[in-house]
């Protein structure tokens, strides 16, 4: 491989890698609204702490179950 081509093999490595973190950039973004709209829907039903820990510190994850379980019980 010559200097030519190493050189435009990283700018595609570049390139690829501002995509992979604007790409994460946006995937953060939409679990952060999601855990948002999960904290909301959990306090307006009187759910204020799971487990003891208030629900800002719950992942995406435990807010769903939470959210689950609270829906099977109504």
Do not use: P, W
């Amino acid at each position: 491989m010559n200097t030519r081509q190493l050189e435009k093999l990283n700018k595609q490595n570049s390139t690829i890698e501002k995509e992979g973190v604007k790409t994460m950039g946006i995937l953060n973004k939409a679990i952060e609204a999601k855990r948002q709209k999960l904290i909301d829907l959990l306090i307006s039903s009187g759910v204020y702490k799971v487990n003891n820990k208030q629900l800002y510190k719950l992942t995406l994850s435990e807010l769903q179950d939470e959210f689950r379980r609270l829906d099977n019980n109504e």
